[in-house]
């Protein structure tokens, strides 16, 4: 399958993405991992990324859209591919829509996650990330089983740099001035399906009703 995951942060994308790649073999794309990862190896994009990523903001189309034009050609990505956190301004959507029909390919359609923001503020403020697989847990609802260690490959679990009160808010904001449109734009195109669930089960569930699976 070829989905997008809309959504604001914290309202599952992630979570979401991971659990489809197991149906059928689709890749899961995160630009936001694959900048922190840069970040982490402290490659020039990372250095170019790395204080807007702090701050909450976005880093600038021109990047973002030179790392996925990359991304999409590589060899994983004949299976499918589940776009997480990507596009996120309409310049970035209408580059995609480009870049898609250049390749000759189309997506299924678009997910827009929709979760209220006081569930999305508490899960963003109790959300621990593996820093080396990206393992997603919360203190309080999915800890991991010794603290600070990941489960899944003994990784160091950390609160996000920009997972702080104030880069939340930012987060929020930004998402809501630049990356909301997209839900619209994409409803132009006739591509969307609106899922309002806190549930990851409940999301994927309607992505496979509307796949017919
Ligand atoms: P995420 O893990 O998706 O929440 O992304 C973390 C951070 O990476 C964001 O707050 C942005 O600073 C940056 N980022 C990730 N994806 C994009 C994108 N598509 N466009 C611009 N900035 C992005």
Redesign the pocket.
């Known amino acids: 399958m070829k989905l997008i995951l809309l959504g604001a942060?914290g309202a599952g994308?992630?979570t979401v993405a991971k659990l489809l790649t197991k149906m059928d073999g689709s890749v899961q794309i995160?630009?936001?991992?694959i900048?922190?990862g840069a970040v982490a190896a402290g490659t020039e994009l990372g250095k170019q990324?790395e204080a807007?990523?702090k701050a909450?903001?976005?880093?600038?189309?021109d990047?973002?859209m030179g790392i996925m034009k990359d991304r999409l050609q590589e060899d994983d990505c004949k299976n499918g591919y589940l776009l997480?956190?990507?596009?996120?301004?309409i310049p970035?959507a209408e580059a995609l829509k480009k870049l898609l029909a250049d390749m000759g390919e189309e997506l299924d359609f678009v997910v827009n996650i929709d979760v209220p923001r006081d569930v999305i503020l508490d899960r963003l403020t109790t959300r621990r990330t593996c820093e080396d697989c990206g393992a997603i847990y919360n203190v309080k609802s999915n800890p991991t089983k010794v603290e600070g260690v990941c489960d899944a490959c003994g990784g160091k679990v950390v609160q996000?740099d920009?997972e702080t009160e104030e880069a939340i808010s930012n987060?929020l904001d930004?998402y809501n001035e630049k990356t909301a449109p997209l839900a619209d734009f994409y409803e132009k195109e006739g591509m969307l399906l609106t899922v309002s669930a806190t549930s990851s089960d409940a999301v994927i569930d309607a992505i496979k009703e509307k796949l017919g699976k």
């Open positions: 942060p994308k992630g995160s630009t936001g991992d900048l922190r990324a807007a990523m909450g903001d976005l880093v600038s189309d990047l973002i997480d956190g990507f596009p996120r301004t970035q996000r920009d987060r930004v």
